[in-house]
C-alpha cells in the first residue's frame, strides 16, 4: 500500500504519470531501454508469460490485480525489465546513485534507502524499500552479510546487492506459470550463496 501511495505521490508532486516519470528520470539516463511500464505489443514474444487467468495466460500485462485495475502503472507493480537493465540499476545504486557520469539519485538518498528505517520494535530490518534482514530475505543467502540489500517479487523475481563487493544478484525467475506454485525462496538463497562463495565471500 506505502508502495502505491509513493507512486500517486510521484505523479501528483511531478505533475507526470508515474510511467513517464520514470522513463524520462531514471530509464533514459541509465540507458534502460527494455525497462517500461506497459510494454509495446512488439515486445509480446520476448516477455515470459505469467499465470493463468480468466482462461488467458497474460504476457506482457503485469500480473498483479491492484496494478491491471489501476491501468497497469503503479509504486508496487507493472514494470517490464530485463536482466541486464536491471544490472545498470544495480551498478548506479552500488555506486551512490550515478552510472557511467550520469547521476539519477543523490549518495544521501541511496544512503537512507538502503540503511535501516525500521520501527525501533520491529525485528525485521528494512530499509526505504529495500529489505536487509528480515524472514523475507532469503535471497540474502547464507554469505552476503548484514548491510547488503535487497528486494523480492511474488512471481520469483529477486535482486541483492553488496555495496562492499560490489556484487548483485540478479533472479528472474517465474513461480506462477502457468499456475501459482510454492515460493521459489530456497532457490534464491541457493543462487546468492553459490554467487558470494564465487567473489570470496
Do not use: C
Request: glycine share 10%; charged share 15%.
Amino acid at each position: 500500500i506505502g508502495f502505491i501511495l509513493l507512486g500517486e505521490i510521484v505523479r501528483v508532486a511531478s505533475g507526470m504519470p508515474l510511467n513517464e516519470f520514470a522513463a524520462k528520470n531514471i530509464f533514459k539516463p541509465l540507458g534502460m531501454a527494455h525497462t517500461t511500464f506497459l510494454p509495446p505489443k512488439a515486445w509480446k514474444p520476448l516477455i515470459a508469460p505469467t499465470e493463468r487467468t480468466d482462461g488467458e495466460i497474460l504476457r506482457g500485462v503485469v500480473h498483479d490485480p491492484t496494478t491491471r485495475y489501476m491501468g497497469g502503472v503503479a509504486g508496487h507493480a507493472g514494470l517490464f525489465t530485463t536482466a541486464a537493465d536491471l544490472s545498470r540499476w544495480a551498478r548506479m545504486i552500488l555506486n551512490g546513485g550515478q552510472l557511467n557520469g550520469v547521476r539519477v539519485l543523490s549518495t544521501a538518498t541511496v544512503k537512507k534507502f538502503t540503511e535501516p528505517n525500521s520501527p525501533p520494535h520491529e525485528t525485521a530490518i528494512r530499509g526505504l524499500g529495500f529489505d536487509i534482514d528480515s524472514p523475507f530475505s532469503s535471497n540474502r543467502g547464507e554469505l552476503f552479510p548484514i548491510g547488503s540489500f535487497g528486494h523480492t517479487g511474488f512471481t520469483g523475481t529477486s535482486i541483492w546487492m553488496d555495496p562492499v563487493s560490489k556484487t548483485y544478484v540478479i533472479l528472474l525467475a517465474n513461480s506462477v506459470h502457468p499456475n501459482l506454485r510454492p515460493a521459489i525462496s530456497p532457490l534464491r538463497s541457493k543462487v546468492a550463496t553459490a554467487v558470494a562463495a564465487s567473489v570470496g565471500l
